[in-house]
């Protein structure tokens, strides 16, 4: 099983943050450059003896396998010790989504396939199916 950070997201962040970078009209959002009238630098600007000029990541992806037998605590270590510090940062929107894979050399009976696409739609997973090989 893995927690997966969407990079099909980060990367479309990305690509909209490239875009804005070649428009013309000055700087952008996020782009360290003070607010028109104010002289405060906006969030997200270069840190202290960081070159002006240089764009500090936007976006973020990762994917870990978690150990099926231990799945009560492993995603709560993964959210505590890595999402949570993306959480903190204002305006950020930090996406988990939990992926299932299963292979059954053996198969799947009709009565567990049944009990587990009830669950699934319980819990409102966005997909969710069976394979045969």
Do not use: N
């Not at 049944?114 to 045969?132: I, P």
Request: with cysteine.
């Amino acid at each position: 099983m893995s927690v997966v950070a969407r990079p099909d997201v980060a990367q479309k962040q990305e690509d909209e943050d490239k875009a804005k970078a070649g428009e013309p009209g000055g700087a952008q959002p996020g782009s360290g450059a003070a607010e028109p009238g104010t002289g405060v630098k906006e969030p997200g600007g270069p840190a202290a003896g960081e070159p002006a000029g240089s764009a500090l990541p936007t976006g973020f992806f990762s994917s870990v396998d978690l150990d099926a037998d231990r799945l009560g605590r492993e995603p709560g270590k993964v959210a505590e010790e890595a999402f949570r510090h993306l959480g903190t940062l204002p305006g950020a929107k930090v996406t988990v989504s939990l992926e299932i894979h299963a292979e059954v050399p053996d198969g799947v009976s009709e009565d567990l396939q049944r009990v587990v696409t009830e669950h699934c739609e319980v819990l409102k997973f966005k997909s969710h199916g069976f394979e045969k090989d």
